[in-house]
């Protein structure tokens, strides 16, 4: 998962070597959300989870997108092959984390919270690599000295867990219960899509998925500019390490929300995230001029809370959903939440541009509230009983 924030991350560099204004340096990451959305229902339309083995298409698509990433670095010379490049990788990492999703699922069953949980850590870990090697490597004028070191490296990391899961992953005992269904899973159909708009409780957990979602990637594609914005007086090198601390923070965030909401529900640990993470989007505006201690322990803290339910929203789908739609219900999910991504990464520079970079997260909260609304109806209902064993 290094390869989805990659360029991302040497924005700086690449705005000096190529220009680029807000737009341009959003592009750099919102190219990959449509990549995503663009691959994820490509693949379910054609159902390619079931029809390949599954660890041969996550090992080809995790090697596709490190060749994409790898071009950019070999062969762009400005935004718009480079962003072509990008859509090409978020399309092929579509073959990697929903389909290291479904992977994970097959060797958990009483404790899929904390399997899909882990899976979600590790790539909350994947996607903050970018800016550690940021970080730690050569620096001049207080931008990285060689960002096409820094894609070339992150190329061979998505490459090498290419390699890792040809050789060594399988699916495991649980493979009828995966999360898109059985071994011969229901398969994408437009035509469910209105029976599950209108099944009100799958309807409110994905509402709650859209308000997680309207802040998490916004806050991981936008967090380091803002670090650099706020910490002038200290080394580009302390915005860059802080910037990797509050992303990867998110991975044993995932993995002891995952761990809980199977104890005492997922409804309860979501509304508990999104209030922690939307607090902290309103926060960190005050912290901006606090010093180097104080904005790190908020943003490392909002790291922690913002991705730590991601997860359990996949798990009510698949808990919720009538047997044949699941498949197409965790599409939806996944391609609606990633489209309104492109949305909230674009805003945060407009609103920075009306009200200054200090305040530019706070938008960023309406996210969370509108989704702790819906997780609560969602938890008044019936159905509720049927998401972890009864534990809302």
């Not at 990549?35 to 660890?55: E, I, K, M, Q, Y």
């Not at 718009?80 to 978020?90: E, H, Y």
């Not at 398969?187 to 859209?210: E, M, T």
Request: positive net charge; contains cysteine.
């Amino acid at each position: 998962m290094a390869v989805w924030f990659s360029a991302s991350a040497v924005a700086p560099a690449l705005s000096l070597a190529w220009q680029l204004d807000d737009s341009g340096r959003a592009w750099l990451t919102m190219s990959v959300q449509a990549g995503f959305v663009a691959g994820a229902l490509l693949s379910a339309l054609l159902n390619l989870s079931d029809r390949l083995p599954t660890h041969v298409l996550f090992a080809w698509s995790a090697v596709a997108a490190s060749a994409s990433t790898m071009a950019i670095a070999a062969t762009a010379h400005g935004l718009g092959a480079a962003v072509a490049l990008r859509f090409l990788t978020g399309f092929f990492l579509a073959g990697v984390y929903p389909v290291g999703m479904k992977i994970v699922a097959t060797w958990t069953k009483e404790d899929r919270g904390l399997g899909i949980g882990l899976l979600v850590g590790a790539l909350t870990l994947g996607s903050a690599g970018p800016q550690l090697l940021n970080a730690v490597g050569a620096w001049r004028h207080g931008v990285p000295d060689d960002w096409k070191l820094l894609l070339y490296i992150a190329a061979g990391s998505a490459a090498a867990g290419g390699l890792i899961a040809g050789l060594f992953v399988r699916e495991g005992p649980y493979r009828p219960v995966a999360p898109s269904g059985s071994v011969n899973a229901p398969p994408f159909r437009w035509s469910y899509a209105g029976s599950i708009l209108r099944d009100r409780p799958v309807l409110l957990a994905n509402l709650g998925y859209l308000g997680h979602m309207w802040e998490l990637y916004a806050m991981w594609a936008w967090i380091a500019a803002y670090l650099h914005e706020a910490l002038t007086s200290a080394p580009f090198a302390f915005a860059s390490f802080t910037a990797f601390a509050a992303i990867a923070a998110g991975a044993p965030g995932c993995v002891l929300a995952g761990k809980l909401a199977d104890r005492i529900g997922r409804t309860t640990i979501t509304i508990a995230s999104m209030a922690l993470s939307g607090t902290c989007a309103l926060a960190i505006g005050f912290f901006y001029h606090a010093g180097f201690a104080a904005l790190t322990a908020v943003a490392i803290v909002w790291g922690f809370a913002i991705v730590a339910d991601s997860a359990q929203f996949s798990a009510c789908i698949t808990e919720l959903s009538a047997r044949e739609y699941v498949g197409t219900a965790l599409t939806l999910q996944t391609s609606l939440g990633f489209l309104l991504t492109m949305f909230t990464i674009r805003l945060v520079p407009w609103v920075e541009a009306r009200i200054g970079t200090q305040w530019s997260f706070s938008v960023l909260a309406l996210g969370p509230a509108a989704g702790i609304v819906a997780m609560a109806a969602l938890r008044r209902l019936p159905e509720a009983r049927k998401i972890a064993g009864g534990r809302r």
